[in-house]
């Protein structure tokens, strides 16, 4: 059995390797989901909008160094930047003018300044472009910026463009540029940057790619780091509890082989490694060491009672193998519970939370035997770990004793606090946010922060708006309703989101016909003739720019039209969004159709996913379980009132976040549904050896007592374990949606195990107080063992 376990762990684990990271924002959606679908079709026809965007303070940007300094910089970044489709800057900016008739599309440092006159003509070209201003420089002069475009693909361009199209020779749609791609952009980016950075050349780097990138790599030092202090602290625990090599070597062994062989079910399943399953090693780790628990506690008991470790392994397994079961199974319920989430990675970490609890099971009743079979054990008295003994086993019997001595007054001092809990639940706000996971003073923020408020914003609104009809965007008043949308949805505001800049094919359209008409202001407008505009777009192809391909199809029938608006939190997208449409509709009319999709639907999508996921997850998981409770517990009323002390954890740390104003996001989000699962092991423990206590006894007092004596202390480690895991998260990472996951985790996992020690047995005295004198097999039923 050991060979055979410890060959199917290796197998697994051999897989580990495939194992990727993925925080890109589209990553959060299902690949089914409408949203997603779009964004990726969106994609494939304009590329991508989620750039990489540099902005560079200077005093002064019209000064030859600098403007030599941002060529060479903008150099580099096109030779040695893997996976970029495009770099833009003042450098390669377009001009467009018109000259003895001609149209000309060319670079704005096409032909570079060379006095002081020179400078103050290229000024004054640049103000001049609406296009430039707020994009590549902002208003106030003091920052030019560079836009990296990276490619859609994750394939070499040129082999792309062999194959022409999707079908004509390629099997299969390549694959979107990825995270491993998009990290090695940044990779090499900051390489450069390093070397360009001065006082008078501050670079600051942002955009959804930097964005990911920082993610994985402080989410890896951060699971690092956490796996050390928590891996530490229950060795800790293990030491001090059996005082032993097996109770510290098993545990280590049960760990190691369940971990390696979860995650070769994460690449097994193609999961990737994200925020959110980022806690998922906390909990296998937790949840095996557990389970190994309550086994080594009652062998090294049975053995220091004389018994042979044959014996004492049966006798282990018929005391807490059912509940081991039911721990299981439940907690995997409570995960399983996120599967169906809309959200992928909190469905990911659903599957993969539920696989490693089961694994864990499925390992405690192999490997965790052999290995107990095979390593030679002294038959040594166990000390304050399950013999009653002890100031711990003492104190536990005198809260035990409390709880059934003044049971109403427990009561209601929980219902104080309930709703205390209640009423600071009713506050909790949603958030999604990902640039606020970073600490305040990180490069990430202070970069977003700069860009947003002097370049008009870092993310994008799409709007794909189709004209029915081949060469529909020739016809004038098509354009001009172009127009009229983008000057509307400049005026939109909401809280801290405002659309800083609309661009779409109207300005092509503008500043050509502008340039054909002796480049005069006045003529920057849109023509109303449809063969003059068709004329004028054709004579801009004909220059050879393909600045085109960003704004229509090839048959001119679609349009898109962007607004660049500030990264701020998702839930101010709801109103923003029905204030657009609303303009949308009244503008463009019933022949015009649209659809909205870029980077910040698709947050706004989260954002609402987000809400509905909880929702879901918290009621699958309480309809789950409490069946699964009523059926261990064997007494319908019993098992309903059972689940009170594992309900209690989750509204008091979303009263917590209420009263402390912290924010329920995409790591947050899965903490109630964890709390029930995990919270209800030890209740089930405790309830599991009531039973059989109260099946001999019929003594509420009696049984409570004698339940704390055995199993007080292994819930007691359990509750260390658990807590100690979570707050290893909090103490350890550096993303501030983390920490507060692990510090609010750890809090309910501390109220879950008061609530079991006091809150369940002044719940039992209150509820069968009248039958303690009864027939012991009244009311309640021992079906722990019909069930074994």
Known sequence: MLVFCLLVTAGMASQIKNVRIDNSHESYLHADDPTAILYSNFRKQY????????????????????????????????????????????????????????LIVEKLLEAWPEDEAGLIALKDRVYDNPLLVGHLISRDGAISSIVVRPEVYAMDEEAFDEFGSFDDGLEEEPAFVGVDEKSELVRVLDEIVEKY?????????????????????????????????????ILLLLVLLFRRFSGVFVPLVMVISTLMTTFGCMAFFDFPFSMSVQM???????????????????????????????????????????????????????????????????????????????????????????????????????????TGEGAVARALIRVGNLATEKPWQVVMVSLVVLVWSVV?????????????????????????????????????????????????????????????????????????????????????????????????????????????????????LNTGSDDLEIFTDNDFREGRLSLRIPMVDSVQYAEFFSALEAGMARILGDDLKYQITGIAPVFGRTFVGMIQSMGKSYMIAFAIITPLMILLVGNLRLGLISMIPNL?????????????????????????????????????????????????????????????????????????????????????????????????????????????????????????????????????????????
Request: with cysteine; proline share 3%.
């Open 47 to 102: 590329g991508q909008d989620s750039y990489v965007l540099i902005a560079i303070a200077t005093p002064e940007v019209f000064d030859l160094k600098f403007l030599r300094k941002l060529q060479a910089f903008h150099d580099e970044i096109e030779v040695k930047v893997p996976h970029v489709a495009e770099v833009t800057s003042l450098v390669n900016a377009r001009l467009t003018r018109g000259e003895n008739d001609t």
């Open 197 to 233: 950075d001065a006082e008078d050349f501050k670079i600051h780097l942002s955009g959804g790619s930097v964005v990911g990138a920082r993610l994985n790599v402080m989410m890896r030092a951060d699971v690092a780091n956490y796996m050390i202090v928590c891996s530490s602290v």
């Open 424 to 540: 600071g639940a009713s506050q909790v706000r949603f958030s999604h946010e990902p640039t606020k996971w970073f600490p305040k003073d990180h490069e990430v923020r202070t970069a977003l922060e700069l860009i947003d408020s002097k370049l008009n914003g870092s993310q994008t609104i799409e709007i794909l708006i189709d004209t029915g009809e081949k060469d529909g965007l020739y016809e004038p008043d098509v354009l001009q309703r172009f127009e009229e949308l983008m000057r509307f949805s400049e005026t939109l505001h909401h809280q801290d989101l405002f659309v800083g800049k609309a661009v779409s094919i109207s300005d092509v359209v503008k500043e050509t016909h502008q340039a054909l008409n002796d480049n005069r202001p006045a003529y920057y407008i849109i023509p109303e003739n449809r063969s003059l505009i068709a004329q004028e777009l054709l004579l801009f």
């Open 648 to 788: 209690v954890p989750v509204i008091a740390v979303l009263g917590i976040m209420g009263w402390f104003d912290l924010s329920l996001d995409v790591s947050t989000v899965v903490i109630g549904s964890i709390l029930i699962g995990l919270a209800v092991d030890d209740t089930i423990h405790f309830f599991h050896r009531f039973q059989r206590y109260f099946a001999e006894t019929a003594d509420v007092n009696a049984s409570v007592t004698k339940t704390m004596e055995t199993t007080g202390s292994a819930l007691v480690i359990t509750t260390l374990v658990l807590g100690s895991g979570f707050l290893s998260i909090g103490i350890m990472g550096t993303m501030l949606n983390t920490v507060t996951f692990g510090l609010l985790t750890a809090v309910g996992i501390a109220i879950a195990f008061i609530g079991d020690i006091l809150i369940s047995p002044a719940i039992i005295k209150l509820v069968i107080r009248e039958h303690e004198r009864s027939s012991r097999t009244q009311g309640l039923e021992v079906s722990g063992d019909t069930i074994a």
């Open 280 to 386: 998922l090693p906390i909990i296998v780790m937790c949840v095996v060491v557990c389970d190994v628990i309550h086994v080594l506690v009652l062998v090294y008991q049975a053995l220091a009672d004389g018994k042979e470790k044959e014996d004492a392994i049966a006798y282990a397994y018929r005391h807490s193998g059912l509940a081991i079961l039911m721990t299981s199974l439940t907690t995997a319920a409570g995960f399983a519970a996120f599967i169906s989430a809309d959200l992928a990675p909190i469905g990911h970490l659903g599957m993969l939370s539920s696989t490693g609890v089961l694994l864990a099971f499925l390992y405690s009743v192999t490997l965790l035997p052999a290995l107990i079979a095979i390593l030679p054990m002294r038959q040594v008295a166990m000390k304050n770990a399950g």
